[in-house]
């Protein structure tokens, strides 16, 4: 028997190149790979430069034929937007891979990397590597051509609050920033007794009307002009007006409330004490602690007004102060304040401490009032009242002295603030001294208040050094916890003026 060896395992033959006689494996070309790549290009028809254009106001990139998309550099939506420029080339290709090769980022240049096959020369399929170079050309878009026009704007939102304070519209100016719905504007107006807000549609106008009902007590009336219109397409062309009416209460006023209002909220005193204002007037009794709360109908329906100018408020000294134990409303009272307590005290201003003329009144602030301190308020019993319902009610239910706040050193107040608020930015001559004592006014409430602090964003500041919660003379202040760090954008490493690519 004889032994056979193990035949060998079949091995693939080798043809030679019918170009450049190079032994390669059999192939339909009979070609190798560097010859069929000089005699075929499968990047033919497909352009290796093109352009693209920026805006730089907005940071947008165009979108043919109108749109204007957000893009960020070498992301997904970019790099989409790039092939949509060469998608008709790339039709008689199979797009195998893409992705951006890395610019400078205020070259103005972008680069992708493409990788397509192709099937060449009797079924072989040629793989090749190319890179398409996009050239980023400034143009300015149609939104921001309009605010750079400042006179172009489809709809207007008139806010008007007719009152001597600014309080509301401080509060509103937080509220707006907060929710941003600022952002659409094209401009923003000051004027003495409101702000005006320009929009480029009409939509974003009536969503500032809508929030502005949601935030404060308002009312609001439209109105529109025919610009233009084309008879043949049936388009028309208008300009919009939102007039919208704030109640002309503040924070700290003093009301006299009609004897049916009065009597509907739970029979409660015609006087009472304008403690807040969000999406409704929150009101208190100072005799009674009875509080109310009056939206935007309600007021529209039964109307009242302030008794009292803010310059008018007076300085008293507490001379004595005693808490009261609250007494058992009668059928029908409405609800009592928990957060304040009633008390009867004997004051005296500070004009008149040469004289021993005191004032007895009813306060809400006897949670806060101590003799000796000093407090803010409204002198009744020396004054004319010039309302309607104060007129008609009997001088023995009309208080000698309405008691508002409680007085503390402003300036070392100031000095030891550490947070600071935003504001939107507006078209205004300037602020008067009345206008920076309001807004002193306003942060003053903020701190006082922590129902009205819940709804604004508070930044820390930068420019005074934080102290510890526990350093305190008895002035409210706020805490650490409630306060957000500022964004700082600082400048890009590359030396420009910021991260953007076209800045």
């Not at 070259?107 to 099937?119: A, C, G, N």
């Not at 935007?296 to 005693?322: A, C």
């Not at 409405?334 to 003329?357: F, I, P, Q």
Request: aromatic share 8%.
């Amino acid at each position: 028997m004889e032994y056979m060896p193990p035949s060998a395992a079949p091995t693939q033959g080798h043809i030679l190149c019918c170009e450049c006689g190079v032994p390669v494996p059999p192939n339909p070309a009979s070609m190798c790979v560097a010859c069929l790549r000089a005699r075929v290009d499968i990047t033919d028809g497909i352009p290796k430069q093109a352009s693209i254009h920026f805006c730089k106001q907005c940071s947008r990139y165009l979108q043919p034929p109108g749109t204007w998309i957000q893009c960020a550099l070498e992301s997904r939506e970019l790099l989409t937007l790039c092939l949509k420029k060469i998608k008709a080339s790339l039709s008689k290709v199979r797009l195998i891979d893409a992705g951006f090769v890395w610019t400078e980022p205020h070259s103005k240049r972008l680069k992708v990397k493409l990788t397509v096959q192709k099937e060449v020369m009797n079924g072989a399929i040629l793989q090749q590597v190319f890179v398409v170079e996009y050239v980023v050309h400034s143009q300015m878009c149609d939104d921001c051509h309009r605010v750079e026009a400042k006179d172009f704007w489809k709809a207007v939102v008139q806010v008007r609050q007719k009152t001597s304070h600014k309080k509301t519209f401080f509060y509103l100016e937080q509220l707006i920033l907060k929710h941003r719905l600022h952002q659409n504007t094209l401009r923003i107006k000051e004027i003495h007794d409101g702000l005006d807000f320009y929009y480029a549609s009409k939509q974003h106008a009536q969503k500032m009307v809508d929030f502005l009902h949601c935030t404060v007590p308002a009312r609001s009336k439209s109105s529109q002009r025919l610009i233009s219109h084309d008879i043949h397409s049936n388009v028309y062309n208008y300009k919009s007006t939102f007039s919208v009416e704030i109640v002309p209460i503040c924070k700290d006023n003093v009301v006299c409330l009609s004897p049916k209002l009065a009597q509907s909220l739970g029979n409660m005193s015609q006087i009472c004490v304008c403690i807040r204002v969000t999406s409704t007037i929150h009101l208190i009794d100072p005799n009674t602690l009875q509080i109310a709360d009056i939206d935007g109908n309600t007021y529209w329906r039964h109307p009242f007004n302030s008794l009292f100018h803010p310059k008018q408020l007076e300085e008293f000294i507490v001379m004595d102060i005693s808490r009261v134990q609250e007494r058992k409303l009668g059928a029908g009272a409405g609800m009592r304040s928990n957060k304040h307590t009633l008390a009867e005290a004997w004051v005296k201003k500070t004009s008149e401490m040469n004289t021993d003329h005191q004032y007895f009144c009813r306060t809400h602030l006897g949670h806060l009032l101590n003799p000796g301190d000093l407090v803010l308020g409204f002198d009744l019993a020396n004054c004319n009242l010039n309302d309607e319902f104060a007129n008609k009610m009997n001088p023995h239910d009309v208080p000698d002295v309405v008691l508002i706040k409680k007085s503390y050193d402003r300036s070392k107040r100031q000095h030891r603030r550490n947070w600071k608020l935003k504001e939107l930015e507006r078209d205004r001559e300037g602020m008067d001294t009345d206008d920076e004592r309001q807004y002193q006014d306003f942060l003053e409430d903020l701190e006082e208040d922590e129902a009205i602090r819940r709804n604004v964003n508070i930044y820390k500041s930068t420019h005074i050094p934080v102290e510890s919660d526990t350093d305190d003379d008895g002035a409210p202040r706020i805490s650490l916890a409630e306060m957000l760090e500022d964004l700082h954008i600082f400048q890009d490493a590359t030396g420009g003026e910021g991260a953007d690519m076209m800045t």
